[in-house]
Nanobody
Framework: QIQLKESGGGSVQVGGSLRLSCVVT????????MGWFRQSPGKEREEVAG???????RYAESVKGRFTIERDNAAKTLFLQMDALKPEDTATYYC?????????????????????WGHGTQVTVSS
């Protein structure tokens, strides 16, 4: 069974950086599609960054050019590098996954496809 554990959140000033990590406990980590989501009070959970089956990243428009998603299959870890942080980036960030056991998924599905979630790590950006 897969388990996800986020870390790396914290409180930073505008323009600062944080690097989030998601350590995955799963024998078949390679067979899961992975992504990062965030949620702030009163808002829906949204995908911040994802990676398709070819390793190509995708980002929400609000974070393009500032965030970078990385996947290290050997280390079974997903990263989210966040630079030039803004107050609107304040949210709880979640690592998420869904199975892709045969490699047939493009890993570009909607949020509803994700059925495994970490407990979240808080990111607070203040001015």
């Amino acid at each position: 069974q897969i388990q996800l554990k986020e870390s790396g959140g914290g409180s930073v000033q505008v323009g600062g950086s944080l690097r989030l990590s998601c350590v995955v406990t799963a024998f078949n980590f390679d067979n899961y599609c992975m992504g990062w989501f965030r949620q702030s009070p009163g808002k829906e959970r949204e995908e911040v960054a994802g990676m398709d089956s070819g390793g190509r990243p995708r980002y929400a428009e609000s974070v393009k050019g500032r965030f970078t998603i990385e996947r290290d299959n050997a280390a079974k870890t997903l990263f989210l590098q966040m630079d030039a942080l803004k107050p609107e980036d304040t949210a709880t960030y979640y690592c998420a996954a869904y199975p892709n056991p045969w490699g047939t998924s493009t890993c570009s599905g909607p949020a509803n496809d994700y059925n495994f979630w970490g407990h979240g790590t808080q990111v607070t950006v203040s001015s």
